[in-house]
């Protein structure tokens, strides 16, 4: 049976090997990634000894790419994205043309087709988002504005290379390769348009459905107090979505793993479901660079050495030096042009997808696959080189004025989105510490046990003369009384409480009939916790459910003294 455990047999490898080669790298002074790639060699197919699963192995990569995506999405909001977009969009646009037409002079030097010239181009046109975040992680550049523009410009490549793998077939027939069952321009025209109707149906359903239903389910998960279920129910956000958006509206993976995340962004929910998928994105994440190690075959750099050559430097000098003529034509200095141009040295999961069906409508030849995949290992191996020597460049350019009005203007723009963020972040803090203050019993709760406590608490007001509890009634709530002042009527005595005092908790400790009246004699603002939501938070908190149990001590005690016998408490 042990012989047949192809999945286990993969992830062991590719873990333990990535492991041993990205520590090796890290003392040699060389990236970890650089480490994954050579771990991929090792069990490719073009190496002797274990060979993994190629097929299992890109699975296992996509949900690196899906997790990882998703981790973006939930710190750029659709709000950045709008930011944007009068560079991103133009920029992204026009560098894949420009960068196609390269690809297809490349071909033609060496006698190919302009189907294979088309198909070589968009492969090397196109970036890999997942080697970018790494990059930018890596130089905590993700929330700068630069940052912001790269991964924008990188989202747009993305959306772009859906509709070319729609349109690819489409025009095979007239590109030298296999028709595919596209035979009018009509049928082509529907096609696209169906397209297209999908993508933007996505994005609607996204931006305006999304931000509504997915924090809403989160929160009845979290409600649950199971930190197992809601670890479960982000992944299940992240990949369902992921995978039902490929489905249904065909888009990409990455792509509706992306847009996950940002609509989950705007919610009290996106920090802890960072922190809960962030230990599967960095394990997920290392088996896509050891996929792409897998597809390297060494034997391309002694059989195709010029080629090679000129596909590489296609990816890292021609279409890095097209993106930075397009920043600046746009305006931007020449610092943003510089990490734009960094971010595009290399290609990636879109390429792969992109040769393959090349390949299989007959426009690409095979030593094309091969050089496309080689030149994308060989890229995202030097892609630390070129951010390192962007970095030097840039120190040794002299700041000029020229595009700083443009990048001036969008670092206000995200500032002002960032200072948005943070309000809400710094309110939603001064609610938890005002009920810490409040409510002192609260006070030796961790964090994540307050923010739960914030979510669990339903804001009640109550008018003077109002009854809250009725003696004899079911126990349905704990109140606590944020301000105003209540009476709680017991055995023919009147108890005022105000603020900073709780009240109702003592039966639902003991599961026995309300024992007393509470009136309001102000006008109240409550904060009631529901029978079910007290009972679940209490037996989480063993330290919370003794300081109850001693207060309902010392509350029974005094009813006691004063009564003469036990009562029941409120």
Known sequence: MHGEATLIATAAAGFVLAFAFGFLAHRLRLPPLVGYLVAGIAVGPFTPGFVADAALSAELAEMGVILLMFGVGLHFSAADLMAVRWIALPGAVGQIVLATLMGIGLAAAWGWGLGAGVVLGLSLSVASTVVLLKALEERNGLATPNGRIAVGWLIVEDLAMVLALVLLPAFAGMLGGHADGHGSDTDLITELLITLGKVAAFVVLAMLLGPKVVPWVLKQVARTGSRELFTLSVLAVAVGIAYG???????????????????????????????????????????????????????????????????????????????????????????????????????????????GLGLSMGLLPPEGRDLVLAGAL?????????????????????????????????????DELQRRSAARETERGLRIQTIVDLFPIFAELDQEAREDLLMLFQPRAAAPGERIIRKGGRPDAAYFISSGAVQVTVDGREIPLGPGEFFGEMALLSRARRSADVTAIDYCQLLALPERDFRMFVSKHPGLRADLDRLAAQRRTMNRETVGDAAPAV
């Open 378 to 414: 060989i890229s995202i191996t030097l892609n630390p080189l070129a951010f390192a020597a962007v970095d030097r460049l840039a120190t040794l350019m002299r700041p000029g004025r020229y595009g700083q009005k443009h990048l001036a203007a969008l670092e206000a723009q995200l």
């Open 245 to 355: 958006s490929a489905v249904v509206f065909g888009v990409s993976f990455a792509l509706g793993a992306f847009f996950a995340g940002v609509v989950l962004s705007e919610s009290d929910f996106s920090h802890r479901a960072a922190a809960n998928s962030m230990p599967l994105q960095d394990a997920f994440a290392v088996l896509f660079f050891v996929s792409v190690g897998m597809l390297f075959d060494p034997s391309i750099v002694l059989r195709e050495p010029l080629a090679l050559t000129a596909v590489v430097a296609l990816i890292m000098f021609g279409k890095s030096i097209v993106a930075f003529g397009i920043v600046l034509l746009l305006g931007y200095p020449k610092t943003t042009a510089l990490t734009v141009a960094a971010s595009l040295a290399q290609i990636g999961e879109f390429s792969f997808i992109l040769v």
